[in-house]
């Protein structure tokens, strides 16, 4: 997987999509954007310590911490069909 790119995680993801009828497709996406966020929380819940000692201890931390919120942030805003 040398050519990962998000385009090719929103190609899967609309290949993925057509296989639900057009009126379930919404619901499919709230429910990854869901479970996409719930992860997120569980994870951030589970490692919070970990990662204010991170943005604490290396200052340069926070704007790539900011990337990966805004990297999040578009990812679900394509699941849930908003630009």
Same mark, same amino acid.
């Given at each position: 997987? #040398?050519?990962?790119?998000?385009? #090719?995680? +929103?190609? !899967?993801?609309? +290949?993925?999509?057509?296989?639900?009828? =057009?009126? !379930?497709? @919404?619901? =499919? #996406?709230?429910?990854?954007?869901?479970?996409?966020?719930?992860? /997120?929380?569980?994870? =951030?819940?589970?490692?919070?310590?970990? /990662? *204010? =000692?991170?943005? /604490?201890? !290396?200052?340069? #931390?926070? @704007? /790539?911490? +900011?990337? *990966?919120? +805004?990297?999040?942030?578009?990812? *679900?805003?394509?699941?849930?069909?908003?630009?």
């Amino acid at each position: 997987m #040398s050519n990962f790119s998000l385009a #090719s995680v +929103q190609d !899967l993801y609309l +290949q993925f999509l057509n296989n639900f009828p =057009v009126n !379930l497709r @919404p619901v =499919v #996406s709230i429910a990854l954007a869901v479970l996409i966020v719930y992860s /997120i929380f569980k994870i =951030v819940k589970q490692d919070f310590l970990w /990662i *204010i =000692v991170l943005v /604490i201890l !290396l200052p340069s #931390s926070w @704007p /790539i911490l +900011q990337s *990966i919120g +805004q990297g999040v942030v578009a990812f *679900i805003k394509f699941l849930l069909g908003t630009k």
